[in-house]
């Protein structure tokens, strides 16, 4: 049986045989530093109050927020205007680079914070009920369809299914890792990876260097990293891209019976993977934070990837003891 994984968080993309897993909402943790007596002592008698300081934080925030966004917007309502003549509109590097600019991952702080905070009993219900109606959930195919059980909007994110709901094909060789949409499926070319059509990003800098080959730690070639994957005559590279929606259901299963024998995680942001944005930005799976691990099944080479998003930086992997900032993971 292949082993299970859970998701904490909203959304998330798969990608197999390269398989890329992206996230579309969640919490991320975070770490705090505490102040010794004396600057705790100083902080309190000349400083303004916590919660000022917080908001003049905040207040300063806005302006990189207000400029990404506003630019963002007018761009939108200009390619509106000119009808969008162009079959597909990528976004410029001044685009990307006013994006990039807006506090999202502080923006993913604060909703993991608020996913964490125990509702009472009377107003989880409504509140959770409001939530499954807005993103279309079936709360009837969830194990628990008592909404009162859910403690925080976190525990009904990663809410399990009934038995049987989601029945595994006997022969099937490889199976759906998550229950989302599927944004795109094909082969790899010549090491570079289709994001949709006409736009691709580099398998190299996707996966990093081999870990495992001293030979190919070194090259920058797309087709010779590609062809050193290869690990058995007549085998090609595909990969498979699956979008968790917010309604969806959010845990995460292996899709194949296989052996990780490598894992690295890569530093980056948390933007938006929601459909339209993988369409705008190119190169976006290489930008944002992401967890790769990385093995071998019955056919050659296989990873899976998970891929951080706009509120979306913790993930849990029951296997996998290590831990990092943007992925949490625990033993089975």
């Known amino acids: 049986m292949p082993k299970r994984l859970r998701v904490k968080g909203f959304g998330i993309y798969w990608c197999l045989c390269l398989c890329v897993l992206l996230c579309d909402n969640e919490d991320t943790s975070t770490s705090r530093t505490s102040l010794s007596a004396r600057q705790a002592h100083q902080s309190s008698s000349i400083s303004p109050p916590q919660g000022s300081r917080y908001f003049r934080g905040f207040r300063w925030l806005t302006i990189p927020f207000g400029l990404g966004f506003a630019y963002l917007a007018y761009q939108h309502l200009r390619s509106i205007q000119n009808g969008d003549k162009t079959s597909q509109v990528v976004a410029s590097d001044l685009q990307v680079s006013f994006y990039t600019m807006l506090p999202l991952r502080m923006a993913s702080r604060w909703w993991g914070w608020a996913n964490d905070i125990e509702l009472p009993l009377w107003v989880r219900s409504p509140i959770l009920r409001f939530f499954s109606w807005m993103f279309c959930c079936n709360i009837h195919e969830a194990e628990v369809d008592d909404l009162r059980q859910y403690r925080n909007l976190g ?59 001293p030979h190919c730690q070194h090259s920058g070639d797309e087709e010779e990293y590609h062809q050193k994957l290869l690990q058995s005559q007549g085998t090609d590279l595909y ?94």
Not at 163 to 186: K, M, Q
Not at 197 to 206: C, D, E
Request: glycine share 10%; with cysteine; proline share 7%.
């Open 155 to 213: 525990e009904f994110f990663r809410r399990a299914l009934k038995p049987g709901i989601r029945p595994v094909h006997a022969r099937g060789c490889v199976v759906s890792p998550a229950d989302g949409t599927i944004l795109h499926f094909g082969r790899i070319e010549k090491g570079f990876v289709e994001q949709v059509k006409g736009i691709t990003y580099s398998l190299p800098r996707f996966l990093g260097p081999h870990p495992w080959d």
């Open 239 to 332: 990969h498979c891209v699956v979008y968790l929606a917010p309604g969806d259901y959010h845990r995460f299963h292996s899709p194949v019976q296989w052996e990780v024998q490598h894992r690295r995680h890569f530093p980056g942001t948390l933007l938006s993977v929601r459909p339209g944005v993988v369409s705008w930005i190119a190169g976006l799976f290489n930008m944002n934070e992401r967890v790769v691990y990385m093995g071998h099944w019955v056919h050659g080479f296989f990873s899976m990837t998970a891929v951080g998003a706009t509120n979306v930086g913790s993930i849990k992997v029951y296997f996998d003891k290590a831990s990092f900032c943007f992925i949490i993971v625990s033993s089975f």
